[in-house]
């Protein structure tokens, strides 16, 4: 069972250049997240979807972009790459909340590590 | 707005000591609150979830509680180890549940 998978898991990019980092999760779990983690920090909501074709912003959204054509995945794009977007990206998933015996429990990714030069 | 802070932000103690790490949150509207454990240049591993309507959890020499009204939670471990090293994180996710907010995280360091 792969869980939540993350690529790449490492990107150099040089400023104004464009790259998506994919996401993708087995579980069948609705919501969907993306988190930035600056070092020393905590994790920044990025972007959310609860579902197919359903998504929403977090904390932090200026300068990507998102989409959810499928439950399974959820990337995240970053159209004009800045300094300031270098960090670590984590993706995330949990199912809804709907049935009363879900515990809510977040699973995450092994994080991609991007470098904006 | 949900605000979580840990303190301290980072920890050091002899292999064998108990300790206690914290977490505050400023809304006792929550759904759950999740530790976890991270290594350095690694993801988040769960270490465990506590329901809203929980006080404690337990798994191993970790035990984590608790306290709605006054905002606040803690993680206990007992009998460190130089392998507990890693910084934990506090999450708490919202009433309504889309959104889980994180705390800056607890660096611990446990000296062999």
């Known amino acids: 069972n792969a869980g939540v998978t993350q690529t790449p898991k490492f990107r150099i990019l040089k400023i104004g250049q464009s790259m998506t980092l994919q996401c993708a999760q087995d579980?069948?779990?609705?919501?969907m997240y993306w988190y930035r983690q600056d070092p020393g920090m905590g994790l920044k909501l990025i972007y959310y979807?609860?579902?197919?074709?359903?998504?929403d912003k977090g904390e932090v959204p200026n300068g990507y972009n998102v989409s959810r054509s499928t439950t399974e995945d959820f990337p995240l794009r970053l159209e004009l790459a800045a300094p300031s977007q270098t960090s670590v990206y984590f993706c995330a998933s949990s199912y809804s909340l709907v049935s009363q015996r879900n515990t809510g429990e977040l699973f995450f990714g092994e994080g991609s590590r991007l470098t904006v030069l | 707005k949900q605000e979580v802070t840990q303190i301290p932000a980072a920890l050091s103690v002899p292999e064998g000591e108990n300790l206690v790490l914290n977490c505050s949150f400023t809304d006792s509207a929550i759904y759950n609150l999740q530790w976890f454990r991270q290594d350095p240049g690694k993801g988040l591993t769960s270490l465990l979830l506590?329901?809203?309507?929980?006080r404690e959890q337990t798994s191993g020499r970790l035990n984590a509680s608790l306290d709605k009204s006054s905002g606040r939670s803690t993680l206990y471990i007992a009998a460190s180890q130089p392998g507990d090293s890693a910084t934990y994180l506090c999450a708490v996710r919202e009433t309504g549940g889309f959104k889980t907010i994180f705390g800056a995280g607890t660096r611990l360091f446990v000296k062999a």
């Open positions: 579980m069948n779990h609705n919501y």
């Open positions: 506590i329901q809203s309507s929980q």
């Open positions: 979807s609860v579902g197919a074709g359903i998504t």
